[in-house]
């Protein structure tokens, strides 16, 4: 019975090991698709997408929404949909479509949509007009302006 305690400990040591490396390993790819995202949206504090708490006011600033937002993400139900309504930006900024984000809400295939978003140019929405809805990167943040990150 002692034997078979330390090998179930032994097991679960290696096994934490194991599932620390792999959310590493995700959180570097996230935070690599997000920080290449920001570059091309003409974001400049591309470093924040690897942080965890800046990466999310890197979404916001993506999407264009107030940095206040971040404070309604902590209110139950609410944080649903300004998760939702941050996503929907970002990716009609990368020029695909609304529908786009329920990618984000499937595990595992969540993973191949933040590497599709990032790494693949949209090609159905890059000659569309103006009409569409289809808005190209802003030249620059609106958060330039404010300072907001100096205080």
């Given at each position: 019975?002692?034997?078979?305690?330390y090998?179930?400990?032994?097991?679960?040591?290696?096994a934490?090991?194991?599932?620390i490396?792999?959310?590493?390993?995700?959180h570097c790819?996230v935070?690599?698709?997000?920080?290449?995202?920001?570059?091309k949206?003409?974001?400049?504090?591309?470093?924040m997408?690897?942080?965890?708490i800046?990466?999310?006011?890197?979404m916001?600033m993506i999407?264009?929404?107030p940095?206040?937002?971040?404070?309604?993400l902590?209110v139950?139900?609410?944080?649903?949909?300004i998760?939702?309504?941050?996503?929907?930006?970002?990716?009609?900024?990368?020029?695909?479509?609304?529908w786009?984000v329920l990618?984000?809400?499937?595990?595992?295939?969540?993973?191949i949509?933040?590497?599709?978003?990032?790494?693949?140019e949209?090609?159905?929405?890059r000659?569309?007009p103006a009409s569409?809805?289809?808005?190209?990167?802003?030249?620059?943040?609106?958060?330039?302006?404010?300072?907001?990150?100096d205080r």
């Amino acid at each position: 019975m002692y034997f078979f305690i330390y090998d179930f400990i032994r097991w679960t040591q290696s096994a934490t090991f194991i599932e620390i490396f792999i959310y590493l390993a995700i959180h570097c790819y996230v935070a690599y698709s997000l920080q290449v995202i920001a570059k091309k949206t003409n974001e400049e504090q591309v470093w924040m997408a690897w942080f965890p708490i800046l990466n999310i006011i890197l979404m916001l600033m993506i999407a264009e929404e107030p940095w206040q937002f971040y404070f309604l993400l902590m209110v139950p139900l609410i944080n649903l949909l300004i998760v939702l309504l941050v996503l929907i930006k970002i990716v009609r900024l990368r020029g695909r479509s609304g529908w786009y984000v329920l990618l984000f809400f499937v595990p595992i295939i969540n993973l191949i949509a933040w590497g599709n978003l990032a790494f693949k140019e949209a090609k159905a929405f890059r000659d569309m007009p103006a009409s569409s809805g289809y808005k190209p990167a802003p030249q620059k943040s609106r958060f330039q302006d404010d300072h907001w990150m100096d205080r």
